[in-house]
T-cell receptor
Framework: DTEVTQTPKHLVMGMTNKKSLKCEQHMGHRAMYWYKQKAKKPPELMFVYSYEKLSINESVPSRFSPECPNSSLLNLHLHALQPEDSALYLC??????????FGPGTRLTVL | AQSVSQHNHHVILSEAASLELGCNYSYGGTVNLFWYVQYPGQHLQLLLKYFSGDPLVKGIKGFEAEFIKSKFSFNLRKPSVQWSDTAEYFCAGLYGQNFVFGPGTRLSVLP
């Protein structure tokens, strides 16, 4: 298995909802990442997990809460989001901390 | 601040034309450099990467890039583009654990 999978593919939520995005990889990679990509913009790094510990948080608002339950899974818990949080959320993983493999993303719409 | 810039926002070429997309990175000690491609509706795919050694790097789908340290550049080239190369191209640099993407260049290849 040489891919990063993300679920759901699309998510529509209201500003009072609580939802979670899921990312999974079975390549034995020990680093996992969350990025946010707005339309026609490059991905922006949100969080980095290394060996299941949060190592980078790029000043992301607390309404985004990452979780790494094990070495294969990465979640992003969402609560009280704003319409401007609508974007494509990308997960990536890496074995070396250098080359990253990206998932297809979850397209999030906040109403 | 660590940054990656790309010279062109949108490039339009006819099939069989040669391609060169510019990328410059800011100095930050050791930098690993990458080119990613994002086809319409698809996830980011790695085209090629430079860590060290031969500054001319060959990637997939006939792409290559040249690392020129004195110019802080890592330009992407392809001798003859195809309609299927239509996509968004991102240059990226890894500074420590910080993965920084350039703003992207949209390539449109006319049949």
């Amino acid at each position: 298995d040489t891919e990063v999978t993300q679920t759901p593919k699309h998510l529509v939520m209201g500003m009072t909802n609580k939802k979670s995005l899921k990312c999974e990889q079975h390549m034995g990679h020990r680093a996992m990442y969350w990025y946010k990509q707005k339309a026609k913009k490059p991905p922006e790094l949100m969080f980095v997990y290394s060996y299941e510990k949060l190592s980078i948080n790029e000043s992301v608002p607390s309404r985004f809460s990452p979780e790494c339950p094990n070495s294969s899974l990465l979640n992003l818990h969402l609560h009280a989001l704003q319409p401007e949080d609508s974007a494509l959320y990308l997960c990536a993983s890496s074995s070396t901390g250098v080359e990253q493999f990206f998932g297809p993303g979850t397209r999030l719409t906040v109403l | 601040a660590q940054s990656v810039s790309q010279h062109n926002h949108h490039v339009i070429l006819s099939e069989a034309a040669s391609l060169e997309l510019g990328c410059n990175y800011s100095y930050g000690g050791t930098v690993n450099l990458f080119w990613y491609v994002q086809y319409p509706g698809q996830h980011l795919q790695l085209l090629l990467k430079y860590f060290s050694g031969d500054p001319l790097v060959k990637g997939i789908k006939g792409f290559e890039a040249e690392f020129i340290k004195s110019k802080f550049s890592f330009n992407l080239r392809k001798p003859s583009v195809q309609w299927s190369d239509t996509a968004e191209y991102f240059c990226a640099g890894l500074y420590g654990q910080n993965f920084v993407f350039g703003p992207g260049t949209r390539l449109s290849v006319l049949p």
